[in-house]
């Protein structure tokens, strides 16, 4: 059996936070920022505001905003996240609970950045295997919760936010061929850990903050995600030509336009989430979907090429139609 995104939803929070806020923490000003990063505000949550509330009212609002559509019969949830309340129960069961679906499956993905579009594959998998039929794919992050904002580097990208796709059976083919794949030896090259202070036999911090080493993850991406969107389309047996959008992870608005300038395809059709929420992780592709959505952009039959990347290092890619 196939499987097609029916409906996406998103949510984040009302705080909105100008690059200016950081100013009176760390040596930076908007400018700074805006040149090196592309962002010019995000959005923080509230103190009693997590990443579990997020994901419920994401949901929420891809109900309000598709008549129609609701989450009777969903039978698998997934949760892309990085930083869950808790580490049990599991954010998808938090879900499940709130929207009382009954014989639900729930797991959460650790997958960082590329947690949602890890989710669609999975959810084009249990569809395939013939076992589910609905699922709720989600992606979101309250990373301001884990931010050290006397780290000038890394603390002013992150931001919060949530989304979610409902994926259900299709007789058509709409959710294509994915890649996914990691490299673990940068695992101390972006961390967050609350425990363990040796990864890879190399000392880390484990202070519940997250910490990246920009230069070589900048590098990573680039290379790695245009050597990705290659096989993507080699793998679907697709020319880039044939894509409407890209949707790259919104990690940095520069590494989007590397890979733009080393792929040779237009900017303007590389789709994003960054300048006004930030580095949003697993929450930034549903984000620039959206934004694209509510502009006008997408239309029913475009093909749109999804790629996350994050924290492992890891990836996942897969192309998507309307």
Sequence with gaps: MNSKITAIGVYAPSKIIPNDWFADKIETNNEWIISRTGIKER?????DEYT??????????????NPGITVDGVDFILVGTTTADQVMPSMASQVQNYFKLPNTGCLDIMAACAGFVYGLILAKGLIAAGTHKKVLVLGAETLSKFTDYTDRTSCILFGDGAGVALVEASEKLKIFSGVTGSDGSHGKDLYLSQHASVVNGEQIDPNGKIHQNGKVVFKWAVQTMSQKVRELLSINHLELEQLDWVILHSANLRIIEAVASELN??????LTSIEQFGNTSSASIPLSWDLASKAGKIKPGNKILLLGFGGGLTYAGVIVEV
Aim: glycine content about 0%; hydrophobic content about 40%; proline content about 8%.
């Design 43 to 47: 959005r923080f949550s509230e103190p």
């Design 52 to 65: 579990s509330d997020m994901c419920v009212k994401a949901v929420q609002n891809l109900l309000a905003e």
């Design 265 to 270: 395809y237009p900017m303007d059709k590389m």
